[in-house]
Structure formats: C-alpha cells, structure tokens
C-alpha cells in the first residue's frame, strides 16, 4: 500500500457533470484555516463559464494538454500558505534556472493574483516541468504531479529552511506496525505522506469509510509474507497503520483505478463527502499512543476533478476563495461562482467526476 497526501486538499468541491466524471482529490485545511479538494471532469453539460473577473482569480489557458497542471495551480493559488512561504524566498540564486519549478511557481502564482480578465501566463512553468520531464503534449495523472512538484521544490529551493516548511505543511506522520502471525513479534517504522490514497470499493462510498479502510488492519500472505528478523524466514504477517500527527493541510487522492487482464478501468461508484471533518470525533481509534495534537478539525477548501475514462479524459477543479468564501469552479481559462451543493455532487456516481481533496486546519 502506497500512502501519500499529495493532491488532497480538504476543502469542499462538488458539480454534477456528465457521464463518468468523478472526484479524485481532495484538500482540507485545518478549520481555523480552510479545505480544498481536487478531481477530474470531462464532457461537463449545463455550465456556462465566463472569464473571472474582480475576484483575485484567473483562468489558465489549456496549453498542450495542460489540463491537469491548471486544476493543480488553482488549488495552490487558493493554498495562500505556499504563496507566502515563496514570498519570503530570495531568488536571486535561481533567476534564470529554466529547471527550477519553485522559481515558476512563485511567479505563476504571483500572476495568478491578479484581477485581469485575460488567463494568467503560465507557459514558462508549463515548459519547466517539461524540462523536468513532465512532458508536454502527455495526459498525466494529477496525484503524480501535484507530489512530483512538492518533491522539486524541496529539492530545488536552495533555502533548505523554507523548503522544509513547504514540505512540512502537508507532512502526514504514520507508525506502521508489522506482527509476524507465527511468533507474535512486531517490528515498528515511522515515515511520512504527503498525501493519503484511499481506494474506493464498487458500490457507495463515504469518505470517512474510505478513510477508515485505510486504517484497517491487513494480513500479508502467500507472496506478501514479510521477513521477521527474529524467525529469519517469511512469514504471514498482520500490518497496521496509526497517526503520528496531521499535518496543517491534508490531501487525500481517492484511488479509482483498477488493472485486470491487462487493462486499466475507472471505477464510477459514488463518494459522498462533508465540507468539515474532526478526527477527533470519526476517527480517533487510528491515533498512536503517542499523538498528542489537540486540533484536528478540518474545512475542505479544493478538489481536483476528472472526467472520463482511464486513458483519457480531462481535469477541472472547485476552489474555495479565501476572502469572500465562495466555491469558484475552474475550467482551464473560465472560472465562475458555484454553489457548495454543486461541489458536494462532483463525486455522485456515473452523474459526477472523480475528485481529489485537501484539507486544512483551523487558524
């Protein structure tokens, strides 16, 4: 199992779409500060997009089928943490550095401010991920990108504190518990996410269900067995997951693929999904004895969303305005004001899209 907090930003985002469009990602935030969530959508009907105007927002333009990197700059243009971290940054190592993604995100996202009716200019980050081969002219899966991103900053940046803090405001931090089901031993590990993978089953689905399989204990057999080193050999074994601690803003990538026979297929069961959540209230039996934070209330404030099918389709995302809290849906270059019960249907079945979400803590 591959966890990761990457392009899970809770805040709330929902639309209903056409035929198999699902969220996908989700970003909350602590609830003093607020939740995003992410997804795709493809072949959306009944939306009549206008340019954005007078509301700090702007659309991107599709370039070279960059739908997926416009849905992610929309989540990090409402992610003001980011915004102010690469404020505080000192580029005058990196000016001219084709290759540094941090250097172009800060000033898309600079550009991205702005109350100008045009799309905002992006193409110089665009041909940077390239250089990073993301490569143009490709559909790429937002998951991939939104951590590859958070990976180049960190190794980018050569203020190494700065970086860190960037990292840090999605860090998720786990204890994984491995029992060896012959001599009852467990080995224990501690490492990090930046986002978590929630896979989805084939009927309806809550996130907080997904949340909570997440958790579940798993035994490991047959090929999965894993090496005790007080046995010496392999053996079955029982795994668990536990949180160290939460980080300031929380992504979650549900997880809608499935490869049988040789083929990839997109699983559209619906995932319903609430605008604030607590662990502390839900699910407080996935906490290690040893975490010991206080607030853990999110507010989804984006989500990343994908219409159609495995091997193509297109990415849009619902994004909550820090200032006026409205829900914004972005369609490459066309924003217009949603509602929150529109964003609530982005993940309704085989009428909406898949979405990715974050979360933020409260301020």
């Not at 989700?26 to 009907?45: D, E, K, Q």
């Not at 702005?114 to 790429?140: E, I, K, M, S, T």
């Not at 080193?229 to 029982?238: F, I, L, M, V």
Request: hydrophobic residues 35%; aromatic residues 12%.
């Amino acid at each position: 199992m591959i966890c990761y907090f990457n392009r899970i930003y809770i805040k709330n985002v929902g639309f209903s779409t056409a035929d198999c469009a699902f969220p996908f990602l989700f970003i909350f935030t602590h609830a003093h500060t607020r939740w995003c969530s992410g997804g795709l959508i493809h072949g959306v009907t009944g939306c009549y997009l206008t340019p954005v105007t007078l509301t700090g927002m702007r659309g991107l333009s599709n370039y070279c089928l960059s739908c997926c990197v416009n849905s992610l700059l929309q989540t990090f243009s409402v992610t003001w943490e980011i915004a102010e971290l690469l404020e505080r940054w000192d580029v005058a190592g990196a000016k001219g550095d084709a290759h540094n993604v941090a250097l172009h995100l800060k000033r898309v996202l600079e550009a991205m401010r702005g109350d100008l009716p045009q799309p905002a200019p992006h193409r110089d980050f665009l041909h940077c991920l390239d250089q990073n081969n993301f490569r143009l002219n490709v559909q790429h899966d937002a998951d991939e990108v939104f951590l590859s991103i958070l990976n180049f900053i960190h190794q980018q940046m050569d203020n190494k504190v700065l970086a860190g803090e960037i990292q840090d405001l999605y860090k998720i931090s786990v204890e994984t518990n491995l029992q060896c089901l012959k001599c009852n031993s467990i080995q224990t590990e501690t490492s990090y996410m930046l986002s978590l993978p929630l896979y989805v089953k084939e009927d309806d689905n809550s996130l907080e269900g997904c949340m909570n399989s997440f958790f579940e204990h798993q035994e490991l057999r047959g090929i999965n067995s894993c090496f005790c080193a007080h046995c010496g050999t392999k053996n079955p074994s029982r795994q668990g997951v536990k949180l160290l601690s939460l980080p300031r803003i929380l992504c979650m990538n549900l997880k809608r693929f499935r490869n049988s026979r040789g083929s990839t297929r997109k699983l559209d069961c619906r995932v319903s999904f609430p605008e604030t959540f607590d662990f502390s209230q839900s699910l407080q039996h996935v906490f290690s004895g040893n975490f010991a934070q206080n607030e853990c209330r999110y507010t989804l404030y984006a989500v990343v969303v994908h219409c159609g099918y495995a091997m193509f389709g297109h990415y849009t995302a619902y994004v909550r305005h820090r200032e006026n809290k409205c829900w914004y849906y972005a369609d490459d270059s066309h924003v217009q004001q949603t509602t929150w019960e529109e964003v609530q249907r982005t993940y309704g079945g085989r009428q909406s899209f898949s979405v990715r979400s974050t979360l933020e803590m409260p301020r």
